[in-house]
């Protein structure tokens, strides 16, 4: 098993900036992928940045330039740094870990990101 507790989340005006964080906890092995997806209201939820089990970065079209993940390996933690938010970036961002080796999802709970515009 492993544990996702997303934080970071919260109220900010058109332009601002926020970072996620997301510690993850349990059963973890080295070949995962791990990064964050988000589910606007009202829509799917979407993959917004992730890094893959080969180590690389994907990002959301929407979000590059703008949005930038990162991890510290030492703290199990990945990050997610939002600079110039728009309202559309307004959602419930969740924390995702998939186990490769046995083909395991998990999410962490979610956090709010308001966007005013």
């Known amino acids: 098993q492993v544990q996702l507790v997303e934080s970071g989340g919260g109220l900010v005006q058109a332009g601002g900036s926020l970072r996620l964080s997301c510690a993850a906890s349990g059963s973890m092995f080295k070949f995962n992928a791990m990064g964050w997806y988000r589910q606007p209201p009202g829509k799917q939820r979407e993959l917004v940045a992730a890094?893959?089990?080969?180590?690389?970065?994907n990002y959301a079209d929407s979000v590059k330039g703008r949005f930038t993940i990162s991890r510290d390996n030492v703290k199990n933690t990945v990050y997610l740094q939002m600079n110039s938010l728009k309202p559309e970036d307004t959602a419930v961002y969740y924390c995702?870990?998939?186990?490769?080796?046995?083909?395991?999802?998990?999410w962490g709970k979610g956090t709010l990101v308001t966007v005013s515009s």
């Open positions: 995702h870990y998939k186990d490769i080796v046995v083909n395991v999802d998990y």
């Open positions: 890094f893959t089990s080969g180590g690389t970065t």
